[in-house]
Structure formats: structure tokens, C-alpha cells
């Protein structure tokens, strides 16, 4: 369970302050929950997102994580120096794994398809090989809430085939809050959505529901 | 679910093996450099001091003057700017939100200590076996001078890491600092050869307390600067720890927010 209580964001500017993006959001995300976060650009749904994964901090208010929560899905920090190997390493040590390390790394260079690359450092390896570590990495631990921004699948067409199957697997296996575009994404994975406007959060029991009060709230 | 102590510690395991290797292996023969700077440093000004005909500081050969005090404000120094830079160079790594800009301040800080016993041991053996008597007579002083230095680098590193963040244009200052520091510090030149009242003015500097009182720890006969004492060095690191904590506290969201 993840409750956000009266969740406030604002960014700073080069001019000061800048608007408040999030304004007093208050919801409890139920475990095991798929919910899909709905609104226009720029609404602040990616901020909500991050602070809920606790990559950013709310200037007001607070977020309660009673569940292991991932980073977003595929958006893993990476050290440009170090290797691949080297950087999952360290992944899994920060996040408890020392024990059954060489387990969580034959997973990622199974899974990322990288071969020899893996030995490689980061710098060199293109945008593609990046995606392919990152997903790697989302996809080694077990987490009971995933969040996904705009996980467009990246490679080539195999490995996004591949990913799609992980992905869909994942939703079943655990609770997901995910951005996406496409409707029919998120009809496909989320039971719940959460419709944000005007800096303000609604919650809608079924998907359907906050999508059709999305596309009432662009005609007005 | 893991404890909150448990998490740090698991952090600090992985920040340490990650910033070892950067430190160690960046680049080709990365390591080397950090041992041959600060002996190309002892090496030149013995030269020069030899060259002038000193062979004797304030009762010291002067190579082991020379060697004391530069691995004296080398590890200060190193320390320092590692602390400074430690939130710059982790930036990607912050996504996961078990790591905190704090915990890669002090594991870099610790590193830098632990390179720098390396390194200095390996220039004590050298030393050695030139032939310079380079044993310390007093071992528990020169640790403590050297825990004090150790000390007043991360508390210099944790502020300039803050303050360099609140205004990047403090960045310049700061490196700039670093030179007149060396300088000033006692390490190439003894401070006890500068008359009063100028003197006292370079005393406010804690590291040249702290480089002093190692050397007095080398060699127990050592005309010590006039006024040398161990507890200002200790009041300065205490309150630059102090103060840097609290800027980090204060803070902390600003260092990780985009």
C-alpha cells in the first residue's frame, strides 16, 4: 500500500519559483493494485510518478511506501565509467542482493542479450544497449509495485518482443502505476486510474471510467 | 523488508567497491598517479632544499621533513576535494532512492583515507630504504594529527560540496583556495622561520596545526612551531563537520532535485 498525503510540487526556475505543479494530492494506492496515471502534458503526471518512486522530493507533504516500490521501469541510473557488469553490481548491492549476486547477474546478461558487451564500459555501448541493460535491471528484483513512465519498448524488434512478454507478466506477478499515451495500453494493464488536472488527483475504481472523464475534460 | 541500518550499510558496500574502482581504474595506470604526485612533489623540493645546502629542519632531516608534511596535506587536500565532488560525480545513482547524497560524501571520504595509508606507507618503506631514519617516534600522536586532518577534509569537503551547489560560481573560488592552502600550510616551508605577529595569522590555518604536530610526532626533538596545538585543530573539524552536516541536512533535497 502507498499512501500520498497532501502532496505538494513546485520546480525552480532561472526565474525564482516556478507555478505549483501538484497541489495538495491525497490517495491511497491499494496493494496489488494496476493503476494508470491519465492527463494532459506537462499535467504532472511523470513528478507525480517520481515522487512516488522517491527519485524526487514533494515541497509539501509526504509519501508512506509500506511495499518495496521500484525505480521507474527502465530509467536505472548508470555509471558511464564503469562496465555493465559493474554497474549491476552494484544495483544488486544496493538493493540487498549481495548474497545471491552471481544469480541477479547471469539473470541481466541472460536477459539484456548484451554477450560481451557486458564487460564493456557504459560510454561505449549505444542507446539501444543502454535500454537493454536498464530493462535487464527493472526486471531482477522482485518489487510488489513497479512504476513505469512511457515504457516504450526499445531494441530491435525481437528484444521488444521479448520485453512485451516481461511486461505483461510482471503486471500479473505484482502491482504496476504506470504513464502511458496509448488507451489501449493502459486498458490492457490497469484496473484503476488516477486522472490529474489542474494539480489536483482523481481517483477512479475502474480505468475506463477516468479515461472517458479525460476525454470530457479536453472537449469542455 | 530490511532494516534501516541494514540498507545504509549494504549502500556504503556498494558506493565504496564502485568509487574504489573509479579512483583506482578510471584510466590507464590511474593508481600510479596517485602515488607518483605526491612523490614527484617530496622529490622536487628535497632537490631544491638540497640545492641550498639545508639538510636539517628544526632538528629533522629534511626529507623526512618534506615527506611528513606533504602526506600530511596531501591527505587533507585529497580529501577534501574527493568530498567535494562526491554528489557531482554520483549524479545517475541517485535514482535509487536508497542511496543518499550523504552516504557517497563519507564512503569517498573513508576511501580517500584508506589510499592515502597505502600511499603513504609505500613512500615511508621507500624512504626507508634510502637510507633517511623515516619511523616515527611517537606513532599515537602522529595518528591523531592525522585523524584531525582527515577530519577537517571532510568537514571543508561536506560545506564546499553544499555551498558549490547553492552557488556553482563558488566552484572557482574554491579550487582557487587549494593553492594558497598548500602554501601557507607549512608543508614546503617551516612556519616556525616567520616572525611574530605574521605568524600568528598563519596559525588560524588548523592544517598547519595538524602537519606540525605530525612531524612533532616523527621526531620527538622537533622545534615545533611556537603555539602548535592539537585541540584547535580538533575545534576546527568538530565545527566544519558540524556546520557541513547541517548543510547537507538543511539541504539534501536540493542536491538530488532536478
Known amino acids: ?220 | 523488508m530490511r532494516s534501516q541500518l541494514s540498507i545504509t550499510l549494504a549502500v556504503w558496500h556498494a558506493i565504496f567497491l564502485r568509487e574504489a574502482l573509479d579512483r583506482l581504474f578510471r584510466e590507464r595506470g590511474a593508481w600510479f598517479w596517485l602515488l607518483i604526485e605526491p612523490i614527484t612533489h617530496i622529490g622536487f623540493l628535497a632537490l631544491m632544499w638540497g640545492v641550498i645546502r639545508k639538510t636539517d629542519m628544526g632538528g629533522m632531516d629534511v626529507v623526512v621533513w618534506l615527506m611528513v608534511g606533504m602526506l600530511a596535506f596531501f591527505l587533507f587536500r585529497r580529501t577534501a576535494i574527493q568530498v567535494m565532488y562526491a554528489v557531482d560525480c554520483n549524479r545517475p545513482l541517485f535514482v535509487y532512492r536508497q542511496v543518499k547524497p550523504f552516504d557517497t560524501a563519507v564512503v569517498r571520504g573513508g576511501l580517500e583515507a584508506f589510499i592515502m595509508a597505502l600511499v603513504s606507507a609505500i613512500i615511508i618503506v621507500i624512504v626507508n630504504l634510502l637510507g633517511r631514519d623515516a619511523i616515527p617516534s611517537d606513532p599515537l600522536l602522529v595518528m591523531g594529527a592525522v585523524l584531525g586532518l582527515w577530519l577537517f577534509g571532510m568537514g571543508y569537503g561536506l560545506i564546499a560540496s553544499v555551498l558549490m551547489e547553492l552557488v556553482p560560481e563558488l566552484e572557482h573560488i574554491l579550487k582557487i583556495l587549494m593553492m594558497p592552502l598548500y602554501l601557507i600550510s607549512g608543508s614546503i616551508w617551516p612556519l616556525a622561520s616567520i616572525p611574530s605577529p605574521y605568524r600568528e595569522y598563519l596559525m588560524i590555518n588548523p592544517i598547519a596545526h595538524g602537519v606540525e604536530a605530525v612531524r612533532l610526532g616523527y621526531v620527538s626533538h622537533y622545534h615545533a612551531v611556537p603555539g602548535l596545538s592539537l585541540g584547535y585543530l580538533y575545534a576546527c573539524s568538530a565545527a566544519s563537520i558540524f556546520l557541513g552536516l547541517l548543510l547537507y541536512r538543511r539541504y539534501v533535497l536540493r542536491l538530488v532535485m532536478q
Not at chain 1, 8 to 37: C, E, F
Not at chain 1, 156 to 165: G, I, L
Open chain 1, 1 to 220: 500500500m502507498i499512501r500520498i498525503e497532501d502532496v505538494h510540487k513546485r520546480y525552480k526556475t532561472d526565474h525564482g519559483m516556478g507555478r505549483w505543479v501538484l497541489q495538495g494530492i491525497s490517495l491511497t494506492i491499494p496493494a496489488n493494485t494496476n493503476v494508470g496515471l491519465i492527463g494532459i502534458n506537462g499535467a504532472g503526471k511523470s513528478t507525480l510518478l517520481r515522487i512516488i518512486g522517491g527519485m524526487d522530493y514533494p515541497n509539501k507533504g509526504r509519501v508512506v511506501r509500506q511495499c518495496r516500490v521500484s525505480w521507474p521501469m527502465g530509467q536505472g541510473g548508470l555509471e558511464a565509467t564503469l562496465t555493465g557488469r559493474q554497474n549491476a553490481k552494484f544495483v544488486c548491492r544496493v538493493h540487498g542482493h549481495q548474497n545471491d549476486l552471481p544469480d541477479r547477474l547471469a539473470f541481466v546478461q541472460d536477459f539484456s542479450e548484451l554477450g560481451r558487451a557486458f564487460d564493456e564500459p557504459i560510454k561505449t555501448y549505444s542507446s539501444g544497449m543502454r535500454a537493454r541493460l536498464q530493462f535487464a535491471l527493472s526486471l531482477a528484483f522482485d518489487f510488489d509495485v513497479y512504476i513505469s513512465d512511457e515504457v516504450t519498448a526499445a531494441g530491435d524488434a525481437s528484444f521488444r518482443k521479448k520485453t512485451a512478454a516481461a511486461f505483461k507478466d510482471m503486471a500479473h506477478r505484482a502491482g504496476l502505476i504506470m504513464v502511458a499515451h496509448d488507451e489501449n495500453t493502459l486498458k490492457q494493464f490497469c484496473q484503476a486510474g488516477i486522472l490529474i488536472s489542474d494539480g489536483k488527483a482523481q481517483w477512479f475504481d475502474q480505468i475506463d471510467d477516468a479515461l472517458k472523464a479525460y476525454r470530457d475534460g479536453i472537449q469542455k
